[in-house]
């Protein structure tokens, strides 16, 4: 069943055009809603999404973009500020009539100490405490981001290996599916993990993407994460293994999809 929303009311969209806004939005248009897209530099409105200009983090803009939205899909983050952000989120959609307050998350957000981990859990608290009906979701990293750090790494000629990290990546788009879905829902509250369908450690990451690439394996240097956050690693603090919803595309798939991808745009360019 989904929210009722006012005929012609938008959904306001924060991070609209980052990683997972880009699945999000066009779930959302499909589903015949108007979007309004907050972002911190102009961008031209198309296809039924308005784009407002806003800083979450002076709050100049904010008031004016929550303003007419019943809906809040705050999808904005980054590696530091985000508990100021969606307090000032969370104070401009107090004044306006918003009735739905939609916040994604990270899985172990209260569990690994973790500066930006903190930012998280302080946001989840901010939207709990709004007084606004809400709904939250904390996902796993995401493959495409899992990918930016295995791109990176086996770019060393030696692969660091964090003794007992381990990793439950799941697809952008199946974490997008999951929001679209919730925002257009009655508020839920503090809903079920999103993780990926494996749980993998960082060589088992690196092995799939060396052998698609045809580049040789590295050898691997093993590394201690020191202090509490090492430990809460260790100990699985990042993962969820019992009561979460798990997403279908497996790392090996989603890196299998990127390099057919990659092979079908290589003919456009030359």
């Given amino acids: 069943m989904t929210y009722p929303s006012t005929s012609g009311t938008p959904l306001l969209v924060t991070g609209g055009t980052g990683t997972l806004g880009r699945h999000v939005v066009p779930l959302l248009r499909a589903a015949g809603h108007e ?27 904010v008031e004016a973009a929550v303003a007419g939205a019943h809906t809040v899909l705050h999808l904005a ?19 306006a009539d918003v009735r739905h307050l939609v916040y994604i998350s990270v899985v172990g957000a209260d569990r690994v100490p973790l500066a930006w981990l903190r930012t998280k859990l302080e946001s989840e608290r901010a939207v709990a405490d709004s007084g606004i009906p809400w709904t939250v979701l904390r996902a796993a990293q995401f493959h495409e981001l899992t990918l930016t750090m295995v791109e990176k790494m086996t770019k060393l000629p030696v692969l660091p290996v964090p003794g007992g990290l381990r990793l439950q990546p799941v697809a952008a788009r199946e974490v997008a599916a999951r929001m679209a879905e919730l925002t257009l829902a009655a508020p839920s509250g503090r809903v079920a993990d999103l993780t990926g369908p494996e749980v993998h450690d960082l060589a088992a990451l690196v092995r799939p993407y060396l052998a698609l690439h045809g580049r040789r394996r590295r050898p691997h ?37 990127r390099v057919a991808e990659k092979a079908a745009e290589a003919p456009a360019r030359s």
């Fill in 221 to 257: 240097l093993p590394v201690r994460i020191p202090g509490k956050a090492g430990r809460a690693y260790r100990e699985g603090a990042n993962l969820t293994l019992e009561g979460a919803a798990t997403g279908r595309l497996t790392w090996e798939e989603f890196l299998a999809e």
């Fill in 77 to 95: 983050g980054g590696p530091k500020g985000d508990d100021v952000a969606t307090r000032a989120l969370v104070g401009a959609a107090r004044g």
């Fill in 35 to 61: 979007v309004r897209v907050l972002t911190r530099h102009p961008r031209p409105d198309a296809d039924g999404v308005t784009h407002v200009t806003g800083d979450l983090l002076t709050g100049e803009g």
